[in-house]
């Protein structure tokens, strides 16, 4: 994510810097940092997830009891997972497609857009199956989905 966001700021930096100063510019900086931005959109995705740090309503599930509560988590893990199956599945389609598009400057191929698509959707699929597991095995459903509040 660092990477990705130094090139963002290296990139249109230098080629404002270069636009006004010297009446050029560098002509892959535009493509570069708009595959810098989706990329670094789906790796903090995927770290957010593995935090447990995406925006969730619990207003209802913290009035619920521990067995509803574990219930309703795997519930939506569940639904999750059925959203990452359909995430995957079109990203690898686009994917496939995207193999014979080509970006007009650089001449990379579209689908190192789609392919951030689906490195998320597989990590994130990674994750709440590793999370779906050790909530059947017994464990407690994480802070997001707790009785008690996280900012108090």
């Known amino acids: 994510m660092v990477a990705c966001l130094a090139a963002m700021v290296v990139l249109l ?3 404002v810097a270069l ?3 010297f009446n050029s510019g560098i ?3 535009d493509e570069l940092s708009r595959l810098a931005f989706v990329w670094l959109i789906f790796l903090g995705a995927v770290l957010a997830l593995r935090e447990h740090q995406h925006i969730g309503v619990t207003m209802l599930v913290q009035r619920f009891g521990p067995g509803a509560r574990k219930l309703t988590h795997i519930a939506c893990q569940l639904l999750t997972l059925w959203v990452l199956w359909l995430m995957a ?3 690898w389609k686009q994917t496939v497609i995207g193999m014979d598009t080509r970006l007009p400057v650089t001449g990379l191929p579209m689908a190192v857009f789609d392919a951030a698509v689906l490195y998320a959707a ?3 699929g990674l994750i709440v199956l590793v999370d779906l597991a050790r909530i059947l095995a017994g464990g407690e459903p994480p802070l997001d989905a707790s009785p008690e509040d996280p900012l108090a």
Request: proline letters at 0%.
């Open 89 to 91: 599945d079109g990203s």
């Open 27 to 29: 002509n892959v900086s």
């Open 13 to 15: 930096f230098g080629n």
């Open 19 to 21: 636009r006004y100063l």
């Open 122 to 124: 597989v990590a994130m």
